[in-house]
């Protein structure tokens, strides 16, 4: 077995290995050490699988602090989101809340997902995959030209996701003192404590979002308070994670992967991110708007159940009545004990068809659901 | 985990053991589990199919990936085990316990080519 076919990630071994300010927390405890997207980052502790089921049953946590966040600040911080990102910014109304979306080229190519939290008037929080960081970052500063506003890249903070049915109850065992503000949190919402606020944490943002299809928090704090953040957590029975059980969690909750299910290459509307791309307003000139506006998308994003023995991996041959397609991520399941696969296919192609993926030699069955295939702890796919 | 000193190792990290009756069986190693991780899923060889030293003749799947395995002699293809398709985490739990397949050898000499546990370790530690 000397040759992986296929590796985890797409971005594995790049370049030279950045690490985060958990590193040595990590290897302290026995996280095997993986390059990803250019930081070296735990796949696991242990068992992935475990780790899995944890997130899906009680709490576990991740180290997420190799994404980045970037704080926009400016008169201008809104007309410019506007015009920078597909999704609009302007339904941001309640101070807090965040927002999902693609940032794209003028052709309509992916550049990166990002979310964005609305913290106060004319101030934002943008968080950003960790391999595209420099990229994006780039192309944020080209395009705020003319614009009255300033981004800042945050790698003084650190990103911990809490995540599972008793992420929050267990956080604020650890935190009594954050309960207050975080209490009252709805999902895709955020609370932050700016500098100098607060005895203990000046600097934290809490945000009820998170990767995984599970509630729970997703927490920056300034690096040299991370380490006893995690310790914290881990002491009220919060278990680590590794980037391995995120992937699959993600998997399952019908997420998509920058730079596996989605790149330059691809527009948001072939990669089953129309709900993020905000049409409404005529006059909005976002970057690649007329480019989707100028050609209908020819291939649609669907989830894929496999009906025989077997795992779907990223890129093998979907054969369907419409054509070809492929699929973009694959795993096995662990939630639903079988393997799913997000595809891009071509149009016509229709929930409850049965396609064929090509597996090595074989053509195995799998049915076309739209996803999530599982969140909340439950595999959604019985339904279907 | 110590390696066994009664099997043979190919560099590709399949174990060898010569049975008995002449037959040799193969799984693979632990720092081989070890490397893949939790294992969801086995494709093995039907037997009569006859294979050579070195062919791809198995498929091992984890959570993450997906691995060839090799057959570490020539031979014919005796038996697979359908138990560890049932299980197939059973090799995380016992790498050197659960074997993929068995093949007729048909030049046991071929095992001589083969690591020795001491020799196995220095390929693995590398």
């Known amino acids: 077995m000397d040759r992986l076919v296929r590796a985890p990630f797409p971005l594995l071994g790049q370049t ?74 302007a339904k941001l109304t309640v101070e807090g809340k965040a927002l999902y979306s693609c940032m794209l080229q003028e052709d309509g190519g992916v550049i990166d997902d990002l979310i964005v939290y609305f913290l106060a008037s ?78 203990d944490l000046s600097e934290w943002l809490i945000a009820r979002t998170g990767y995984t299809g599970e509630d729970g928090f997703e927490i920056a704090v300034p690096v040299d308070e991370a380490a006893g953040v995690w310790a914290a957590l881990q002491a009220v029975g919060v278990v680590p994670c590794g980037l391995g059980a995120r992937d699959t969690l993600r998997l399952e909750a019908g997420m998509n992967l920058y730079g596996q299910d989605m790149d330059e290459r691809v527009n948001p509307l072939e990669s089953g991110l129309t709900w993020t791309v905000d049409f409404k307003d005529a006059g909005r000139d976002f970057i690649g708007r007329k480019a989707l506006e100028a050609t209908p998308p020819k291939r649609t994003f669907v989830g894929l159940v496999l009906q025989d023995r077997g795992v779907l991996r990223a890129h093998q041959a979907v054969i369907t009545a419409h054509g070809e397609g492929e699929t973009t991520s694959g795993s096995f399941a662990p939630t639903l004990g079988l393997s799913v696969a997000l595809a891009r296919v071509p149009v016509g192609v229709q929930f409850g068809d049965t396609v064929q993926v090509k597996i090595r030699d074989k053509a195995l069955n799998a049915k076309v659901v739209k996803p999530p295939f599982a969140r909340n702890g439950k595999s959604l796919i019985q339904e279907k | 985990m110590t390696t066994p000193a009664n099997l043979k190792y190919a560099k590709s990290h399949e174990w060898a053991k010569l049975e008995a009756d002449g037959t040799v069986t193969v799984g693979i190693t632990d720092h081989a ?94």
């Open chain 1, 16 to 89: 030279m290995a950045q690490r985060t300010p958990l590193y040595d927390t990590h290897v302290a405890a026995n996280g095997k050490m993986v390059d990803f997207a250019g930081w070296d980052m735990p796949i696991h502790y242990g068992s992935q699988l475990e780790e899995h089921h944890i997130v899906r049953k009680d709490a576990g946590m991740f180290d997420v602090s190799h994404m980045l966040g970037i704080d926009l600040v400016g008169a201008d911080a809104l007309p410019f989101l506007r015009h920078l990102l597909a999704n609009d910014c």
């Open chain 1, 122 to 199: 004319e101030r934002y929080r943008i968080v950003v995959n960790a391999g595209t960081a420099d990229k994006d970052l780039a192309w944020m500063r080209q395009q705020i030209t003319g614009f009255n506003a300033e981004l800042t890249p945050r790698r003084d903070l650190a990103m911990i996701a809490v995540q599972g049915p008793n992420a929050r109850e267990r956080f604020w065992m650890a935190f009594p003192v954050a309960r207050a503000k975080t209490v009252l949190l709805s999902p895709f919402q955020a609370t932050e404590w700016v500098a100098g606020e607060g005895a």
């Open chain 2, 33 to 126: 589990q070890e490397a893949l991780g939790d294992v969801v899923f086995l494709e093995l060889p039907e037997a009569g199919r006859v294979v050579k030293a070195g062919q791809e003749v198995a498929v091992v799947e984890s959570v993450k990936a997906a691995s060839d395995i090799y057959a570490p002699i020539s031979g014919e293809i005796i038996e697979s085990n359908g138990i560890a398709v049932d299980a197939p985490e059973s090799i995380n739990a016992d790498a050197y316990g659960t074997w993929l397949f068995k093949i007729k050898p048909s030049n046991i000499a071929e095992l001589d080519g083969l690591l020795d546990a001491a020799g196995y370790d220095a390929v693995a530690n590398d």
